[in-house]
């Protein structure tokens, strides 16, 4: 259970100066055959010497043959990682942890509330829902900190030709930056009013999630359609280890998707959950 | 065949080198500085086993060793990338295992089939043979009446021993027990009525002989119901060193960490070692930032203990072997929290 596999990085894509999306294929062809995943769940990524690290999906199950994760680099194992060309071999096992519950989500009009890397687990999302088409309208506010930060553009420009409403903002503008300035909750107002159907999304910074939850609450979601996806410290990936431990759940094995109905219930009266209200 | 059976002392010693044969042995020596702890023993002639004082350390290192090399890794010229288990189990029979240390041992069990059997672990337990030993009195710190895993555990031993002064009564727990018995009748009498009133006298006393009165199942119940002041975890955080003490003599305390360890440019092995829900930096992610506050730390640890393992599993992980209040320097321990949760 704690045996890697390897991979090998196809291709990388640069998304901004520090996030990376590596496309990747098992070198056992049978095993990338037979491997299946959904959004959400997320890979323990080992690189030679730097130990492991979960990287959640980028990719959508839908496109078969190859895995794709996004990585920002941040400590040893992401800088090891993005000094990988392509070609190199990493390791690789999962997926773990709860996905997004595609399957009730089917016909619902879905708003997508990102920031910065959390696009990315998000992107797994967006790909599944175009390449199904079973859901409602899909809209996606994307903050950035600056116009040179905004990752996955080549997607946003994608998933726009294919009828995605994709609005982007950014904390610190420059000159030649035309669209909108300011933290991403300044977008909310311009989906209102939300369609009864509509269940949001959520992925970034803590802080970031902290007020969009809170915002979404003000606008009338119910607590079971706000839905987001969390980021712990993690060593095992399958609810053992003990690191990502929250009141009685695991992010690793209860989540790391919950909704705002779940963390309410059953951490409501415990501190150490976010400050979600 | 009756389910009880007699072992003189005198037979003690020759029916362990009979029965671990071929296997490692490990059972409470006290060493030269006046340290018992569960050991290997070598050879039995010269090594006296310890009956009497209780052992510092659990078993919990034999099967989730402080530092285990799980997995050797290789990175070739090409660049090929491989794993390959390090899988260790050598035969082992325990004797004298304490009812605190077999319910650790039993809690590990759950533990670690989840959601798969751990190969690390189970290679290890699969091949080991657990002989317990009853607590005729509890020692100073015990409190193993309150977790109800003590001071005579009836389950999850394969045999267990009853120290009944001139002899043992032994009796066979799982199959594997129950086999031993029939390999080696020889050793044994059936157990008569006395000695099982004999034993059943010792229990009694030895229940009645607790100095430590704590109230565990009222502290699980307002747990369950109540938060606890911010003036208990504030008084226990100032006190507490950080040292994770608490968490290494602890029979039940499970978390681990995993790194790497390379051993040359081209190869290494992937290292799991103990580690402390009590250490500031085990929830710190990359980049420093810690969506946990420190303060909370021993919050985790004890309602991990207290709280979340009832609702999860239906009882409580501490088993009442106190080693947590001799080891704190501060004296930050359970028992002061759970007295502390039941004052307030």
């Known amino acids: 259970m704690y045996l890697p596999s390897q991979a090998v990085i196809q291709d990388i894509t640069i998304e901004n100066s520090r996030i990376k999306t590596y496309t990747l294929a098992f070198t056992d062809k049978e095993y990338q055959r037979n491997f299946s995943y959904a959004p959400g769940q997320f890979m323990m990524v080992s690189v030679p010497h730097c130990g492991e690290a979960p990287i959640s999906f980028a990719s959508s199950p839908t496109r078969p043959g190859t895995i794709e994760l996004s990585v920002r680099k941040a400590g040893e194992l992401t800088s090891r990682l993005h000094s990988l060309p392509a070609g190199s071999m990493i390791g690789l096992r999962g997926p ?23 696009l990315a687990p998000l992107r797994s999302v967006i790909t599944f829902c175009l390449d199904s088409g079973k859901y409602g309208t899909i809209t996606l506010l994307y ?28 904390d610190e503008s420059s000159s030649d930056w035309q669209g909108n300035v300011g933290v991403v909750t300044t977008l909310l107002p311009q989906t209102m009013p939300l369609s009864s159907s509509t269940v949001s999304l959520v992925c970034g910074p803590l802080v970031m999630i902290d007020f969009v939850i809170k915002e979404l609450t003000q606008m009338g979601l119910k607590d079971e359609d706000i839905i987001t996806t969390m980021e712990r410290h993690m060593k095992c990936g399958v609810g053992v280890c003990g690191h990502c431990h929250m009141d009685d759940k695991m992010i690793c094995v209860d989540g790391p998707v919950f909704s705002k109905k779940e963390l309410t219930e059953s951490v409501a009266h415990f501190q150490e959950k976010p400050t979600v209200t | 065949m009756s389910a009880a059976y007699i072992l003189a002392k005198d037979h003690l010693k020759s029916f362990v080198r009979k029965i671990s044969k071929g296997s490692r042995l490990i059972a409470p020596v006290t060493n030269e500085y ?72 039993l809690y590990m069990d759950v533990i670690f089939s989840n959601p798969a059997k751990d190969p690390y672990y189970f290679k290890k337990r699969e091949n080991s043979i657990i002989i317990s030993l009853g607590c005729n009195e509890p020692f100073e710190n015990c409190f193993c009446n309150a977790t109800k895993s003590g001071p005579f555990l009836d389950f999850g031993f394969d045999l267990r021993f009853t120290d009944l002064g001139d002899r043992f009564l032994v009796e066979p727990g799982r199959k594997r027990g129950m086999e031993i018995l029939e390999e080696f009748a020889y050793f044994f009498n059936d157990a008569s009525e006395q000695d099982l009133k004999d034993q059943y006298q010792l229990q009694l006393e030895s229940r009645s002989s607790f100095q430590q009165n704590v109230h565990v199942d009222l502290a699980i119940k307002k747990l369950a119901n109540e938060e606890v002041g911010k003036d208990v975890w504030q008084d226990l955080a100032d006190r507490c060193q950080d040292c994770g003490g608490c968490a290494y003599v602890c029979p039940t305390c499970t978390c681990f960490t995993i790194t790497d360890q390379p051993v040359s440019e081209s190869e290494g ?76």
């Open chain 2, 269 to 344: 092995e992937r290292v799991r070692s103990w580690d402390a829900c009590t250490f500031a930096g085990f929830t710190r992610m990359v980049g420093g930032h810690n969506p946990v506050s420190s303060e909370h730390s021993l919050r985790r640890r004890f309602l991990h203990k207290l709280k979340y393992d009832v609702s999860l599993h239906n009882r409580t992980s501490c088993t009442g072997c106190g080693r947590c209040v001799g080891i704190c320097f501060g004296g930050v321990d359970i028992i002061k929290f759970i007295s502390a949760v039941c004052e307030s």
């Open chain 2, 34 to 105: 006046g340290d018992t702890l569960y050991s290997e023993i070598n050879c039995l002639d010269s090594t006296q086993i310890d009956t009497q004082h209780q052992p510092q350390s659990s078993i919990k290192h034999f099967f989730l060793p402080q530092q285990e090399s799980i997995l050797s890794y290789s990175v070739s010229q090409a660049g090929e990338y491989h794993f390959s288990n390090i899988l260790i189990g050598v035969p082992t029979v325990f004797f004298g295992v304490r009812s605190c240390d077999l319910a650790g041992l």
């Open chain 1, 96 to 118: 773990y942890g709860k996905p997004f519950p595609m399957e009730e989500l089917a016909g619902k009009d879905l708003l997508f509330v990102a920031g910065g890397i959390g």
């Open chain 1, 143 to 170: 903050g950035s900190r600056t116009p040179e930060d905004i990752a996955f553009q080549a997607d946003i420009e994608m998933w726009r030709k294919a009828g995605v409403d994709c609005r982007l903002t950014v």
